[in-house]
């Protein structure tokens, strides 16, 4: 099962996957498609607040982050990690439950790159947004940091994210019955 969907302009068909037995979703990933990963980048940058970095979470949203600083013209973004790095130093962390991930997790970030964001307006960005776990996890980044958040970004919203009023996105994904059909 498919589900046929235009964003930014172009169309992609998404495989419907199973996340409980009364609960499918569409599965959207950009790794790969560097059209539609430039295409969305474009969008989302055109109804961008001012901001001085872009933070996203490791794995899904690196792309997207990624090239909306390429085509923006900027020097860094900021990475929050699943995992601590030996590189990383003075880290810490917030856990979070995101409905594609079937255990609890931890996101880790560098204190440079915290020190960075102090005082600075940090723009949020991930591919898709649906319980709003991840972007609850990565606002307690940011402010535990000292960033101001000044945007939350995504390519699609899904579920009860597309009610949110502090959320930007290109397009709605709906959610799906065992069958396919669109839950309404």
Known sequence: MFY??????????????K?????????????????????????LLAKAPEYDYIITA?????????????????????????GPKLYMRDI???????????????LYLDGADAELMKGKRILIV????STGESLSALEALVEKAGGIICGRMAILAEGDAQDREDLVYLEKLPLF????TIME
């Open 19 to 43: 996340v409980t037995d009364q609960l499918y979703i569409a599965g959207f990933v950009i790794f790969g498609d560097p059209e539609l990963t430039q295409a969305c980048a474009r969008d």
């Open 58 to 82: 490791e794995a899904k949203g690196i792309p997207l982050a990624h090239e909306m600083a390429r085509q923006a013209g900027d020097a860094k973004y900021i990475l929050a990690r699943k």
């Open 92 to 106: 810490f962390s917030v856990t979070v439950n995101s409905i594609t991930t079937a255990k609890e997790q931890k």
């Open 4 to 17: 046929t969907m235009n964003v930014a302009g172009l169309q992609r068909d998404l495989p419907i996957c």
């Open 126 to 129: 991930d591919d898709v947004i």
């Open 177 to 180: 019955h065992p069958d396919g």
